[in-house]
C-alpha cells in the first residue's frame, strides 16, 4: 500500500472528510480506475451531504464492476430504496450531512458498542468512520456485518438478548463504524424506529456492559465459521 493511499484511510478513520477528498482525487490521477478508491471518495461525499456526486461515483465504479456490493449498497441507500432488513434501517441519515453530529446521542435510543470477538485485523482495516454496517440476527446472537457481508465483530450477549427482543417486536436499528483501533472495533447503533409495544422501553440503558472483547483478540467460533451458511428463516427465528 502507498503512503498517499494510506493517509487517505486514515484521514477517513479519523473523520476528516474533506482532506479525505483531496487526498482520493490525488490517488484517482494516479489510477482513475481504482475501485477502491472510488468508493472511499463516493462515501465521503456521501458523509458531507453531497449525495449527487457519491451517486455519480458510485455509478463510475459500477461501469467498472456491475456487481460490486459497496457501491450497489450505497445507491440504494442514497436514494432510499434499500429494503433489506427490515428490521434494520439502512437509509443515510439526514445527521450524516454533518460530521460532528455524525454520532449525536439519544438517551435510551443510542448506544456506542465495543464488539466482542472480532475479525482478523486485515479484515478490519478496510473498514471507514461512519460506514454502515448490517446487523444479523442467528439464534440468540447479533453479528456484524460489513458492505461485502464479512464478518466483523459480535455484539455483546447482554446487548444481543435485548435488542433481539425488541427487533422481534418491531423496532428498528441503524449501525454503523464509530472507531478502529488495532482489534478493537467500536459501533454506533441507533434507535431508529420504536413499536408500540415497547413505547415506554428504551434500548439501551446506562447499566448495560458494552467493553466485552476477547482477551485473546480474534477468535473464530462455530458461530462465525458457519455466519455465511445462515438462512433467512434462522435469522427470523
Same mark, same amino acid.
Given at each position: 500500500?502507498?503512503?498517499?493511499?494510506?493517509?487517505?484511510?486514515?484521514?477517513?478513520?479519523?473523520?476528516?472528510?474533506?482532506?479525505?477528498?483531496?487526498?482520493?482525487?490525488?490517488?484517482?490521477?494516479?489510477?482513475?480506475?481504482?475501485?477502491?478508491?472510488?468508493?472511499?471518495?463516493?462515501?465521503?461525499?456521501?458523509?458531507?451531504?453531497?449525495?449527487?456526486?457519491?451517486?455519480?461515483?458510485?455509478?463510475?465504479?459500477?461501469?467498472?464492476?456491475?456487481?460490486?456490493?459497496?457501491? *450497489?449498497?450505497?445507491?440504494?441507500?442514497?436514494?432510499?430504496?434499500?429494503?433489506?432488513?427490515?428490521? =434494520?434501517?439502512?437509509?443515510?441519515?439526514?445527521?450524516?450531512?454533518?460530521?460532528?453530529?455524525?454520532?449525536?446521542?439519544?438517551?435510551?435510543?443510542?448506544?456506542?458498542?465495543? *464488539?466482542?470477538?472480532?475479525?482478523?485485523?486485515?479484515?478490519?482495516?478496510?473498514?471507514?468512520?461512519?460506514?454502515?454496517?448490517?446487523?444479523?440476527?442467528?439464534?440468540?446472537?447479533?453479528?456484524?456485518?460489513?458492505?461485502?457481508?464479512?464478518?466483523?465483530?459480535?455484539?455483546?450477549?447482554?446487548?444481543?438478548?435485548?435488542?433481539?427482543?425488541?427487533?422481534?417486536?418491531?423496532?428498528?436499528?441503524?449501525?454503523?463504524?464509530?472507531?478502529?483501533?488495532?482489534?478493537?472495533?467500536?459501533? =454506533?447503533?441507533?434507535?431508529?424506529?420504536?413499536?408500540?409495544? =415497547?413505547?415506554?422501553?428504551?434500548?439501551?440503558?446506562?447499566?448495560?456492559?458494552?467493553?466485552?472483547?476477547?482477551?485473546?483478540?480474534?477468535?473464530?467460533?462455530?458461530?462465525?465459521?458457519?455466519?455465511?451458511?445462515?438462512?433467512?428463516?434462522?435469522?427470523?427465528?
Amino acid at each position: 500500500m502507498t503512503p498517499l493511499k494510506t493517509q487517505a484511510i486514515q484521514t477517513a478513520l479519523t473523520g476528516d472528510w474533506k482532506t479525505a477528498i483531496s487526498l482520493n482525487q490525488e490517488l484517482l490521477k494516479e489510477n482513475p480506475s481504482d475501485i477502491e478508491t472510488l468508493n472511499r471518495l463516493a462515501f465521503a461525499f456521501s458523509v458531507l451531504g453531497k449525495a449527487k456526486s457519491a451517486k455519480a461515483i458510485y455509478q463510475k465504479v459500477l461501469e467498472l464492476d456491475i456487481q460490486n456490493p459497496i457501491a *450497489l449498497k450505497n445507491l440504494r441507500r442514497l436514494s432510499g430504496t434499500d429494503k433489506k432488513n427490515n428490521n =434494520f434501517s439502512t437509509q443515510t441519515p439526514n445527521l450524516a450531512q454533518q460530521t460532528d453530529t455524525m454520532f449525536l446521542e439519544e438517551s435510551g435510543k443510542t448506544k456506542v458498542i465495543e *464488539l466482542n470477538n472480532v475479525a482478523e485485523p486485515k479484515i478490519i482495516s478496510h473498514l471507514m468512520t461512519g460506514e454502515f454496517l448490517t446487523l444479523r440476527i442467528k439464534r440468540s446472537k447479533i453479528f456484524v456485518l460489513d458492505g461485502k457481508e464479512k464478518y466483523i465483530g459480535m455484539l455483546p450477549e447482554d446487548i444481543s438478548r435485548r435488542l433481539i427482543k425488541f427487533i422481534k417486536g418491531g423496532n428498528c436499528y441503524q449501525a454503523c463504524v464509530k472507531s478502529i483501533q488495532n482489534r478493537h472495533v467500536s459501533i =454506533f447503533v441507533r434507535e431508529t424506529k420504536r413499536c408500540t409495544r =415497547f413505547k415506554f422501553q428504551p434500548s439501551f440503558t446506562s447499566g448495560e456492559k458494552v467493553k466485552v472483547i476477547s482477551s485473546k483478540g480474534y477468535q473464530p467460533s462455530k458461530d462465525h465459521e458457519d455466519n455465511q451458511e445462515e438462512s433467512e428463516s434462522e435469522e427470523e427465528s
